[in-house]
DNA sequence: TTTTTTATGATAGTAATACTATTATTATGA
DNA sequence: TCATAATAATAGTATTACTATCATAAAAAA
């Protein structure tokens, strides 16, 4: 007995929507497991084939290419924790408080329900952390920011640009910090990591914790009056 | 009769080094070239073999692969920005000052002299926007940053870090603003060309300029006592 | 200057990748 | 049950990312 939410995505993403196929869910589940393993050069159709046992000709006709299944999880990424913050801001009237729920959001959507069968949070939001930017950082960005593949991301940023511009009328980038509260909360984590010498953050036993402080600590500073 | 400097970097990064030879900096010339042009993903040894009148086999005596090259280019980038704002902060005593010649060095680095003959800084400047973090989002990640791969950039951030401090010892995430400075500058710019709606910066006519302004912005009111 | 070493070029070859195409088989649902 | 759609099985191609070998040219040492 579980929450049904079914994430609907650009119909461009994909040439058949996998959400609606027993072997298409497969893929989304075997491929988030194969890239957060193996990392996203090394992912190919041929393996995910293998993990499930199908053919690579079957995963062609869901997805283009690997490039943009990679677009559709990440979008499917956006789409949730816009999903999640939309809940848990619900009936929340101070848009500070709704900015703490938002970073709260961004650090750790992975630890939050509902979750759906097919999809790991926790493993997609490690691709997020470690592949994400690769989904538009191509020579296509135009291209496909023009048929729409980021409107999710915007979407996203959007909504939490308003939450900014609530807490301060006056702050002149609410769209920059929200991006960069995206951005930072992953590159954060990502560091603390790899490059702990790139941040302050010691991700040791309390993981996130410091990184939400931070992120907190951060926004406090920018938009105090 | 220009300036001569040589950047020296990590010996890892190459089998041999490629600025020693004339067809080792035709191979760095080309490959900047390249891979503005077509983006990373395209760009490969077969075409700057091409490019060059050269073969692949003689590239792979300089570099061990496509991925190892990129590295070896954004290095050479964190050097030279590092190199640059050695030179310009050299005499400044105010630290606040000494900030915002740094933040100017992140947005506008390829605008300085003196130039290398075989590097066009401003193109390898959109190579750092578009393709550089994907020199330190891999799956050897880990390993690389062992054998000291990230060194120039740890080192960068590093200097910028102690200025924070300098401006503000109470601050309490020098380094995490130090690299977000470099990333949010990076990502700005290439945001405002390709996924405008991300950001406020408009980056028609004055350029980099809003951008600056924007970093000056965020820094000052971080640090304010 | 001759010899030796080193750098580069020319060429070939291999395994893997990123696909496309065709035909057979199995579900599903009208 | 018949038709239609979905998947599997198989094969094939161009490109990529290399490695290996040998010839030749250029530079350095003798």
Avoid at 29 to 44: N, Q, W, Y
Avoid at 168 to 180: E, S, V
């Amino acid at each position: 007995m579980s929450v049904e939410i079914k994430i609907s995505l650009n119909k461009g993403l994909y040439l058949k929507e996998p959400q609606d196929s027993k072997l298409g869910r497969k893929m989304i589940k075997h491929s988030i497991m194969l890239i957060e393993k193996f990392g996203f050069e090394a992912f190919t159709f041929k393996k995910l084939a293998k993990e499930i046992n199908s053919t690579e000709a079957s995963i062609y006709r869901y997805f283009e290419n690997k490039h943009l299944l990679l677009l559709f999880l990440v979008n499917w990424y956006w789409e949730w924790v816009s999903y999640l913050i939309t809940m848990n801001t619900m009936n929340v009237i101070d848009p500070k408080l709704k900015l703490k729920i938002i970073i709260h959001s961004f650090v750790a959507a992975h630890k939050e329900n509902p979750n759906v069968e097919y999809v790991n949070e926790s493993k997609l939001h490690n691709i997020v952390i470690s592949e994400g930017m690769k989904a538009y950082h191509t020579k296509d960005v135009d291209s496909e920011n023009s048929k729409g593949f980021f409107k999710s991301y915007k979407n996203l940023t959007t909504s939490v640009s308003k939450v900014i511009s609530e807490v301060n009328p006056d702050f002149k980038y609410p769209y920059a910090l929200a991006t960069n509260l995206f951005e930072m909360s992953n590159n954060s984590i990502y560091f603390a990591q790899h490059l702990p010498k790139l941040t302050d953050i010691s991700l040791k036993e309390n993981k996130v914790v410091e990184v939400e402080d931070m992120l907190l600590y951060f926004t406090n500073k920018l938009l105090k009056k």
